[in-house]
Structure formats: C-alpha cells, structure tokens
C-alpha cells in the first residue's frame, strides 16, 4: 500500500472510521501475523500478538508521528509485542504440524516440510534481536532504509546485524544436516 | 586466511541487492581471486534462497473478524488480551483449565432438566481430573467462512472424551446445533475461554448453542466405549441454516 494511502486512511481511522480501519487490517494483518509467526514459531501465539498489535494501533492513532511510514510503526510494534511475549512465556515450542500442502507428492512434500522446519528450526537458536532483523529482511522484504526506520538504528548497524545473524543460522542449519 | 570486513559487507550487501555498481566491480575483482570469498557468497546465498523462498502463513481465516470485533466501539467488545494469554499459552493447559471452568459453568448455564443424571454424574466426577493438563488429540477440523459467522471448529479426544473446541467469530447472534444421534454419547459438560454470553442446552442426541461476537468455547460429551462417532453441526442465524458441516472421530486415527 503507498503512503499516500496509508496516509488517508489513518487520517479516517482517527476520526472513527471503522471501514478505513478494516482497510488497514487487510493491508497489514498478512505480514503482521508472519512476522509474529516468524519470530514466535507458533501460529496461535501468532494471532495473538497480531490481535494485540491491531488493538495498540488502534488505540495509539493519536501517538502515530505521520513523517514515518505506517509500515515502519506497525512492524515495530509487531516485533516488539512478539519480543515481549517472547519474554512472558519464555519457552521455544516445538514446531506445530501442519496440515500438508496440496499438490505435492509425498518425498517432495517431505522435502519441503524438512527444509522449512530447518528454516524456522534455526531462526529460533538466534536472538530475538537477530531474528528481528532478518524477518525484516527476508520474511517482509523491507531494505537496509527500511529497517533502519522499524528497529530505529542505524543503516550501519543493521548490515552489522544482519550478517552475524546469517552466520548464526549458517551454523544453526549446518548442525540440522 | 579471514576475509576483510570490507568485502563481507560488500558480499552481503551484493546478496541483498544493496550494491552500487563501482561497489560490484570491486567485488567482482576480489571475488576472481579469493575462493574463500567465493565459498562465503556461495553458503550466503544459499542460506538467502532458504530463508527466502520460506512458504508464507496465511493467517487464520476468523482473524479479522476477531480483531474488528475486539476493538473499543465494536459490537462484541473483548477485553484487552493479556491475561488470557499467558494463562492458557500452553495447548494442553487450556484445555485442563478451560474443562475446571467448563464444570461450573455446565452447571449454573445448562438447564439441568435437559440433560440427563447420568451426564451430569460423570461431570461432577471428572472435576477431580481436571487438575491435571488434558491432552487432547486432534481428530478432525472443519473451517467456517460465512457472512454471519466464521471460525475454526475441531473434534479433539482424549480417552473417552470427547471435545468440541468452536473459535468462532459472529456477526450477529446464531444458534448452533450439534447432533450426535449415537445414543451412548452424552452431553459431559461446557467451557467457555474467550467472551461470556453463551448459552448452551443440552437434550438427547444434541446440544444447542447459542453465540453473538467472538467466541471461543468447548463442548465436552462422553463418549461411553470410545466408538467412532460423527457430529453433525448446523449453523443458524435467524432461523434459517447458514452453514452445515460434521466432524468425525475414529478411534486409533
């Protein structure tokens, strides 16, 4: 979604509009809940979070500095309240069965199924600040700007981040092999 | 030999589609002599591809319904979610303690007229049970994706129990109703986790229930030898049948 978009429908949903608030939840309940997952490696602890950061956003209109882009508060508040939970509940929970994809035969499904628990496996040995940046990164597809803006560092620090974290999950994957 | 700062940062960066063009003809130039920097773009991209190429979750279908029915001003206003939460993080908790609250509600919401002393006999008896984390097995799950409600409903067991665990989302007040026309099953009791408001009766062969906003709840029934058993679910909104669907349980599955 633009900005200009998001511009106008904030503006509605702070003058009460329920229909323009709809629209944002549309727009962003997708990489919310996937970014939660991402960083909780639970589908129902997920929704949670995502129902949680909805409530904030809509609670917080008022707080929202519009020079930022929408996607950078949301994302934040995402990664944050996942991080929070993360510290509330503190455990790593096996990862959930999930109902196999359609179209796949059995070795390719098994396949895909291994290397995506791997995947998901792995991101949960690194830190929630690692992980943070590469949900970013490859779960949302936003650049070095774009999460410099979300986790407020520096462009820098990211790149710094975001290659240890790879060289963490190389070594988290090698050990799954 | 370790390679300089310079050059992983240009290797990520290169990965992330992040270079300039003087930036990548430097790279290239260090690259076609370093098998060291090529083994390090090669394992990156390789992870990158992985990481990348991971399948998006779809959120659950009741999601949206759930949050436009959570926020302040909405029909069915639920309180902010915390407590709940943390409390029943663990799967197999919610269930134990959903099924303790479930023995009290059962009895102050049933019409006890309806439901038999058998039924109620073996409620008051598990309540000792409850203590103790149930752990369910999921023996089947429907979704539903109406205009007047939405939601996941699932069929769990665990030894002779059975358990209808409904997460739904309604517009605007629905009845349900689940039969189960195998006489050895029996109505065993009725939890409610999220919102309150629902009404549950209980008769032979049903159970009918009565919901408005966000709902998540469980029916308990007994199923007296653990035989296969289906339960017929019909879903009405001012009288008229929105949506039907059955959820099966075999034994051993």
Redesign the interface.
């Known amino acids: 979604m633009s900005r200009t978009d998001d511009t106008k429908l904030i503006e509605r949903c702070r003058a ?1 509009d ?1 229909e323009a ?2 629209a944002l ?2 727009a962003y ?2 990489p919310v ?2 970014a939660a ?1 991402r960083m909780l490696n639970s ?6 979070v ?3 950061v ?2 904030k956003v ?2 917080n209109f008022d707080k929202y500095d519009p020079s930022r882009r929408f996607f950078s508060w949301i994302y934040r508040i995402t990664l944050n309240e996942s991080i929070n ?1 993360l510290g ?2 503190n ?1 790593l929970r096996p990862l959930e069965t999930e109902a196999a ?1 359609e179209g796949k035969g059995p070795d390719e499904q098994f396949d895909s199924d291994q ?2 628990q ?3 496996a792995a991101l949960m040995t690194i830190s929630s600040d690692y992980r943070a940046v ?1 949900v970013l ?3 949302l597809g936003c ?2 700007t774009e999460i410099s803006q979300v986790l407020e560092i520096s462009e820098k620090k990211v ?1 710094s981040r ?2 240890s974290a ?1 060289q963490q ?2 070594g988290a ?1 090698a050990k799954t092999r | 030999m370790a390679i300089e700062q310079k050059y992983q940062d240009l290797i990520n960066a290169d990965i992330d589609g992040e270079i300039s063009a003087a930036d990548r003809t430097e790279l290239e130039a260090f690259l076609a002599d370093s098998a060291e920097g090529r083994a390090l773009r090669d394992d990156l991209s390789s992870l990158c591809r992985a990481l990348d190429s991971a399948d998006e979750e779809t959120p659950p279908v009741q999601m949206r319904h759930v949050i436009m029915n959570s926020i302040p001003g909405s029909r069915a206003t639920e309180s902010s979610p915390g407590f709940f939460q943390v409390l029943f993080a663990a799967p197999a908790l919610r269930y134990a303690l959903s099924f303790a609250a479930g023995v009290f509600l059962a009895l102050s919401i049933v019409n006890s007229g309806q439901v038999s002393e058998h039924a109620f006999d073996d409620v008051t008896g598990l309540v000792g049970t409850v203590a103790e984390p149930v752990d369910t097995t999921l023996a089947s799950s429907v979704s539903v994706d109406e205009l007047d409600v939405a939601g996941i409903v699932s069929l769990r067991s665990a030894g002779t129990l059975l358990i209808l665990d409904f997460d739904l989302v309604a517009k605007d007040h629905i009845e349900i109703e689940a039969d189960y026309a195998d006489p050895s099953i029996w109505f065993n009791g009725f939890a409610q986790l999220q919102g309150e408001g629902t009404t549950v009766s209980a008769e032979s062969g049903r159970v009918r229930l009565g919901v408005a906003g966000k709902r998540r709840y469980a029916v308990y029934l007994h199923n007296q030898g653990g035989r296969e058993a289906t339960v017929r679910l019909r879903f009405l909104a001012n009288g008229q049948v929105v949506h039907e669907t059955s959820l099966e349980y075999r034994p051993g599955q």
């Open positions: 009460g329920r608030f709809e939840l549309a309940e997708r809940f996937n997952y589908r129902d602890d997920a929704q949670d995502t129902q949680t909805f409530l809509f609670e939970w509330k509940t455990r994809d290397a995506r791997s995947v998901q590469v990164k490859h779960f650049s070095y790149k975001l290659y790879r999950l190389k994957l």
